[in-house]
């Protein structure tokens, strides 16, 4: 059966840029093994299949897999993958629309603005929680290639935090330490906490940035995933609305902070994050962000 699939370029409004994203459309039929061999066929940081939704309500079922394995939420495949079902069939210029994708954690609700930059943000399905992992600093600068003291901020310290997917979030002093790492695989593996049966990915952001509209610059890591880097991370994001919350405190009502990365990948990207504050706490959070369809074909399969 021949299946369509585009490639789109997320959390960029230009092409070539961001974190490329394989969107295959009618995979209904296609089992987990079939999905597993052809995200390894893109092998992009990640591969999303769009199918029949089960709830006749909602607009698709997703199941997302990186080369290695199925994730049960991902930031740039939702993204992706909303503005992909948003462009299918005719759209007025400045269309608002209102969507809900099944996932593997639950549904989520996405809105979009379709136009010449189309853009998609949605709720997170869940909010983060901290996790009660205390890691040597002195071993995450031997596994990124810095001296210790180059590692936190203000009140800034290593935490671990998940929303679907867990993360080690190291704050760093400055650019200058963040374009300097260098990530040994087997030491971050050997430190980093398991969780839910899978080595927590790496996090590193600092306050200081390149783009002057941007409140933290970031790069992201996954060895566990054979990721070397990601240029943009949608579910590390989510998590890092508790570490925003947790270290430089919350307003009441809703904050937006858009965060770079993959500037050192030379694919930069932008991500916002638009977190909703209600006595300290955080009551709702979103991400968003645009996609640029880059290619388009047929699956022979």
Do not use: Y
């Given at each position: 059966m021949a299946r369509r699939y585009a490639i789109y370029d997320v959390f960029t409004d230009r092409a070539l840029a961001g974190n490329p994203l394989a969107v295959v459309f009618d995979a209904e039929g296609l089992d987990d093994t079939a999905m597993q061999a052809i995200a390894r066929e893109f092998?992009?940081?990640e591969t999303v299949f769009i199918g029949p939704a089960d709830n006749p309500a909602h607009a698709a079922r997703l199941r997302i897999f990186?080369?290695?394995r199925e994730l049960p939420f991902a930031g740039h495949p939702t993204v992706g993958a909303a503005i992909a079902l948003g462009s299918e069939g005719p759209n007025d210029a400045g269309d608002r629309r209102l969507m809900v994708l099944e996932e593997a954690i639950g549904p989520v609700r996405c809105a979009l603005r379709m136009d010449d930059a189309p853009y998609a943000e949605f709720d997170l399905p869940a909010l983060p929680r901290q996790l009660p992992f205390e890691i040597d600093?002195?071993?995450v600068a031997l596994a990124l290639g810095i001296d210790a003291d180059e590692i936190g901020f203000e009140n800034h310290h290593v935490s671990v935090w998940s929303a679907g997917n867990s993360f080690v979030?190291?704050?760093?002093?400055?650019?200058?330490?963040?374009?300097r790492i260098r990530i040994d695989p087997a030491t971050w593996l050997d430190i980093a906490p398991a969780v839910d049966g899978h080595k927590a990915s790496l996090y590193a952001y600092c306050r200081e940035t390149i783009r002057h509209d941007c409140a933290f610059h970031a790069r992201m890591f996954a060895p566990e995933m054979g990721l070397a880097e990601d240029p943009?991370?949608?579910s590390a994001v989510a998590n890092f609305a508790g570490v925003i919350a947790h270290f430089d405190g919350l307003a009441e009502g809703p904050s937006a902070f858009l965060i770079e990365q993959g500037?050192?990948?030379g694919r930069p990207s932008?991500?916002?994050?638009?977190?909703?504050?209600?006595?300290?706490?955080?009551?709702?959070?979103?991400i968003g962000g645009h996609a640029v369809r880059v290619a388009e074909g047929t699956l022979t399969l």
């Open positions: 092998n992009l940081s990186t080369p290695w600093k002195a071993a979030f190291v704050p760093l002093a400055g650019l200058g330490v963040a374009e943009a991370t949608g500037v050192e990948m932008q991500i916002r994050l638009e977190i909703d504050g209600r006595g300290g706490a955080i009551h709702a959070a979103r």
